[in-house]
T-cell receptor, first 114, second 108 residues
Framework: EPEVTQTPSHQVTQMGQEVILRCVPISNHLYFYWYRQILGQKVEFLVSFYNNEISEKSEIFDDQFSVERPDGSNFTLKIRSTKLEDSAMYFC????????????FGQGTRLTVV | GENVEQHPSTLSVQEGDSAVIKCTYSDSASNYFPWYKQELGKGPQLIIDIRSNVGEKKDQRIAVTLNKTAKHFSLHITETQPEDSAVYFCGGGNKLTFGTGTQLKVEL
């Protein structure tokens, strides 16, 4: 069964450092998403990406965040200068060509900023 | 944007009983309402979804009902089993706004 894969599973970084979280969406999907889940809280939308550009982003997705699809398979989230409050689980998801269809989530990357 | 409210935040039931989780949404234009299950240490996984042209959908022990007039939809789990224990999130809106989650615990 096709799945979304994320690497690394856990990333520890120093405050102020840049991190790149990587995702490989399902191959025939065209919509990609990043979500954040602070421990014990709800899953929060960060950004959606379609046709090589951001289609929507939330207030959380400020200038320190960026996304990129550097090749035909990877979808990355970069956090330029990490803060302690960026510590969370980050989930990548993808969905097929239609909006409002099932989004498939990866297992997540746990980011710990120290 | 869409605002989705979910309750209860925690729910304990005895094995075999039914569980109901409710969500309300704000955007009357929303037309897709998924329910996701998140097990410990894993990403959310879709368990059932409903579109606005349907009032109810059932898949074995799981059902979802939608009331468009009142702008709320509910997840119903019958004959609960210990493996149903997880956090359940409702979703809505075109960027999949999640509710705050319900921690369901099925006790033996």
């Amino acid at each position: 069964e096709p799945e979304v894969t994320q690497t690394p599973s856990h990333q520890v970084t120093q405050m102020g450092q840049e991190v790149i979280l990587r995702c490989v969406p399902i191959s025939n999907h065209l919509y990609f998403y990043w979500y954040r889940q602070i421990l014990g809280q709800k899953v929060e939308f960060l950004v959606s990406f379609y046709n090589n550009e951001i289609s929507e982003k939330s207030e959380i997705f400020d200038d320190q965040f960026s996304v990129e699809r550097p090749d035909g398979s990877n979808f990355t989230l970069k956090i330029r200068s990490t803060k302690l409050e960026d510590s969370a689980m980050y989930f990548c998801a993808s969905s097929s060509i239609e909006l409002n269809t099932e989004a498939f989530f990866g297992q997540g990357t746990r980011l710990t900023v120290v | 944007g869409e605002n989705v409210e979910q309750h209860p935040s925690t729910l304990s039931v005895q094995e075999g009983d039914s569980a109901v989780i409710k969500c309300t949404y704000s955007d009357s234009a929303s037309n897709y309402f998924p329910w996701y299950k998140q097990e410990l240490g894993k990403g959310p996984q879709l368990i059932i979804d409903i579109r606005s042209n349907v009032g109810e959908k059932k898949d074995q022990r799981i059902a979802v009902t939608l009331n468009k007039t009142a702008k709320h939809f509910s997840l119903h789990i019958t004959e609960t089993q210990p493996e149903d224990s997880a956090v359940y999130f409702c979703g809505g809106g075109n960027k999949l706004t999640f509710g705050t989650g319900t921690q369901l615990k099925v006790e033996l």
